[in-house]
């Protein structure tokens, strides 16, 4: 059985003091981790002070990105090892808008994937097609690419550990979310890839988020398919209240 994930991912917002308000506002009141994994995911400025308040709650705190070196001269990146060091245990890895904006290949995806599992970090890798290629019925093997490029050399007790984002780029901040069914059908494909690379038993291992326009009058679509165990939620994500009931919905698989 797969434990539930749901994670939100701020992108570039909010400042200092919104971003301590959120964490005191919902420490004490997301469901235990055992039902399901909270996680917001900030810009890195506030993550030690977001984890240090959140200590001892069912809310962790994820990066949006890290570097696949440990250090070195790669202004304004920020090492894992130095997340690690925040006590930071998961990171997005490979977000459409990095691979878009910032020069982010499968290439990187899959070094960033061997960093973070050298460091103990849980990676949230993201997946997705653009519009066009879904007009021409490329979905699958878009995400087929990535999921095999991003995982090369990882061993199948790593690749159990991934949380995989599928993230069609279509649907992320437009309000345009995939169906259920269309998200599901696209989960399961991760799935069947990875049984093909590695075997069922890990394939069955791997947790696998919809995200893209989701908020709290969808999620409970997405939850109830067979190939999703959760969300990562951006614009939806923002907001207390709305990111409570999100992990609420959550917790329902
Ligand atoms: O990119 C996303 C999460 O990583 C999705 O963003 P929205 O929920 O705002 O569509």
């Known amino acids: 059985m797969r434990k539930p994930i749901l994670a939100g991912n701020w ?29 917001v995911c900030a810009p890195a400025l506030f993550l030690k002070e977001m984890n240090d308040i959140a200590a001892g709650s069912d809310v962790e705190i994820g990066a949006q990105t890290m570097h696949f070196e440990e250090n070195g001269a790669f202004t304004g990146e920020i090492s894992p090892a130095a997340l690690k060091d925040l006590g930071i245990n998961y990171s997005i890895i490979g977000h459409s808008e990095r691979r878009e904006m910032f020069n982010e290949t499968d290439e990187s995806v899959n070094q960033k994937l061997h960093a973070a599992f050298q460091h103990g970090i849980t990676p949230i890798m ?71 690379l590695y075997d069922q038993d890990t394939a069955e291992a791997v947790r696998i988020q919809y995200g893209g326009s989701v908020k709290p009058e969808n999620i409970a679509g997405y939850m109830e398919k067979e190939h999703i165990d959760g969300a990562l939620v951006g614009g939806a994500s923002l907001k207390s209240d709305a990111f409570l009931q999100l992990v609420e919905a959550g917790k329902h698989e």
């Open 11 to 39: 992108k570039m917002n909010k400042t200092h003091g919104e971003a301590v308000t959120f964490i005191e506002e919902i420490k004490g009141n997301v469901p235990s981790a055992n039902e399901v994994e909270t996680v």
């Open 126 to 196: 993201c997946c997705g097609e653009t519009l066009e290629e879904r007009d021409s019925n490329k979905t699958e093997a878009v995400v087929k690419e990535q999921i095999e490029k991003g995982f090369e050399s990882l061993s199948a007790e790593q690749v159990k550990q991934v949380v995989v984002a599928y993230e069609p780029i279509w649907a992320i901040g437009t309000g345009k979310s995939s169906t259920a069914e269309d998200a599901n059908e696209t989960c399961g494909t991760v799935r069947k890839v990875i049984a093909e």
